[in-house]
């Protein structure tokens, strides 16, 4: 079965990758393309074997053979164009976090429930196959009872991205590294444990000297629902050219058997693990796994593999690798950080 996509949006920091993504699925043959400034469009369209100027964004909506929408806007603008689409009965793939509120994202998880469709925020990292086994081993008692972890996502500072993008202004973002990128750390605990956030404290702080008002660092204690406490740094700290390679990555789990350790930018991949448990670590106390790296995806763009399951849902093949009730919990967790930091004091939710 072949797809027609619509895309709304083509100026988002991440719309390279993903519109790349999209001209290498062969499950796509034709993609319809509007942005607010026509030139813009006109530039993908003609950099593309399958695309098509729309002629308005009001068309992709009501197009019944336009199934899913890809949106790629601003937080202050993603929050009302993913309601109008799920609203309209089309499938939504979208970045994080898929609103500037956890207000706007719950009416969208409303409407979703209604409409029989889903919107599915990009936080890919969940799909990756050394997630899936690390999440596999914790939820198959290796460690026995998770109590505590740690999670790190430290990368180039604000500077060295650029504090005139959009980001990083209040009018525009729904926050700062913690709606960016210590977003997808939180998604991915919840998945990893399989638990929700209770409880959180926070401090989040504005440490560059460029002229933004949203956190560049932020400090975040959490309890899950299963019991485990913990913390989540996140910050835009490291004076560095590039972006993800100069990414300082950890978790770390604790629990009644033990414990596991992984650097997800590590080399070579793989994790630690200690554990008492026989099962998992016959020789002895401390293992460490090294994963064969599994064989590069000949999908090009910002996580093909994602959005091959996306597609795969659209067509009734499975599920949705994410949906709108996740992109809520973790901006509802985010927003209760903000608050806890504002205020001083344990926010429950």
Same mark, same amino acid.
């Given at each position: 079965?072949?797809?027609?996509?619509?895309?709304?949006?083509?100026?988002?920091?991440?719309?390279?990758?993903?519109?790349?993504?999209?001209?290498?699925?062969?499950?796509?043959?034709?993609?319809?393309?509007?942005?607010?400034?026509?030139?813009?469009?006109?530039?993908?369209?003609?950099?593309?074997?399958?695309?098509?100027?729309?002629?308005?964004?009001?068309?992709?909506?009501?197009?019944?053979?336009?199934?899913?929408?890809?949106?790629?806007?601003?937080?202050?603008?993603?929050?009302?164009?993913?309601?109008?689409?799920?609203?309209?009965?089309?499938?939504?793939?979208?970045?994080?976090?898929?609103?500037?509120?956890?207000?706007?994202?719950?009416?969208?998880?409303?409407?979703?429930?209604?409409?029989?469709?889903?919107?599915?925020?990009?936080?890919?990292?969940?799909?990756?196959?050394?997630?899936?086994?690390?999440?596999?081993?914790?939820?198959?008692?290796?460690?026995?009872?998770?109590?505590?972890?740690?999670?790190?996502?430290?990368?180039? +500072?604000? &500077? =060295?991205?650029?504090?005139?993008?959009?980001?990083?202004?209040? $009018?525009?973002? @729904?926050?700062?590294?913690?709606? !960016?990128?210590?977003?997808?750390?939180?998604?991915?605990?919840?998945?990893?444990?399989?638990?929700?956030?209770?409880?959180?404290?926070?401090?989040?702080?504005?440490?560059?000297?460029?002229?933004?008002?949203?956190?560049?660092?932020?400090?975040?204690?959490?309890?899950?629902?299963?019991?485990?406490?913990?913390?989540?740094?996140?910050?835009?700290?490291?004076?560095?050219?590039?972006?993800?390679?100069?990414?300082?990555?950890?978790?770390?789990?604790?629990?009644?058997?033990?414990?596991?350790?992984?650097?997800?930018?590590?080399?070579?991949?793989?994790?630690?693990?200690?554990?008492?448990?026989?099962?998992?670590?016959?020789?002895?106390?401390?293992?460490?796994?090294?994963?064969?790296?599994?064989?590069?995806?000949?999908?090009?763009?910002?996580?093909? +593999?994602? &959005? =091959?399951?996306?597609?795969?849902?659209?067509?009734?093949?499975? $599920?949705?690798? @994410?949906?709108?009730?996740?992109? !809520?919990?973790?901006?509802?967790?985010?927003?209760?950080?903000?608050?806890?930091?504002?205020?001083?004091?344990?926010?429950?939710?």
């Amino acid at each position: 079965m072949s797809l027609t996509l619509g895309v709304i949006g083509v100026s988002h920091p991440h719309a390279g990758g993903h519109l790349q993504a999209l001209e290498g699925a062969p499950e796509i043959t034709r993609l319809l393309i509007w942005d607010e400034d026509p030139a813009s469009a006109q530039r993908v369209v003609a950099n593309s074997a399958k695309a098509d100027v729309a002629t308005s964004p009001d068309d992709l909506l009501s197009d019944p053979n336009v199934p899913a929408l890809v949106i790629m806007l601003k937080d202050s603008e993603a929050g009302a164009w993913n309601l109008r689409a799920i609203e309209a009965g089309k499938w939504v793939y979208g970045d994080k976090p898929g609103a500037q509120t956890a207000t706007e994202l719950k009416r969208i998880v409303d409407a979703a429930a209604t409409k029989g469709v889903h919107f599915c925020p990009c936080y890919s990292t969940r799909s990756q196959p050394l997630a899936r086994e690390v999440g596999r081993v914790l939820q198959a008692g290796a460690i026995g009872d998770i109590k505590a972890f740690q999670a790190t996502w430290i990368t180039s +500072d604000v &500077l =060295a991205r650029g504090p005139d993008n959009w980001l990083f202004h209040k $009018e525009h973002s @729904a926050g700062g590294i913690l709606t !960016w990128l210590g977003c997808h750390w939180l998604d991915l605990l919840r998945v990893l444990m399989r638990s929700e956030v209770v409880e959180v404290s926070a401090m989040c702080a504005t440490q560059t000297p460029a002229a933004i008002d949203v956190e560049d660092v932020a400090n975040v204690c959490l309890r899950f629902d299963n019991g485990a406490v913990g913390m989540l740094r996140a910050g835009y700290l490291l004076r560095a050219s590039g972006a993800y390679d100069n990414s300082d990555m950890q978790f770390q789990f604790e629990g009644t058997q033990g414990a596991l350790t992984w650097y997800p930018r590590g080399t070579p991949a793989g994790y630690r693990l200690r554990s008492r448990n026989a099962e998992f670590v016959p020789s002895g106390w401390q293992r460490d796994i090294v994963i064969e790296p599994a064989p590069q995806s000949a999908r090009p763009g910002y996580s093909g +593999d994602f &959005l =091959a399951e996306f597609l795969r849902a659209v067509q009734g093949e499975g $599920e949705a690798p @994410a949906t709108e009730v996740d992109a !809520w919990q973790v901006l509802r967790t985010i927003e209760a950080a903000y608050q806890s930091s504002a205020e001083g004091r344990k926010v429950s939710l």
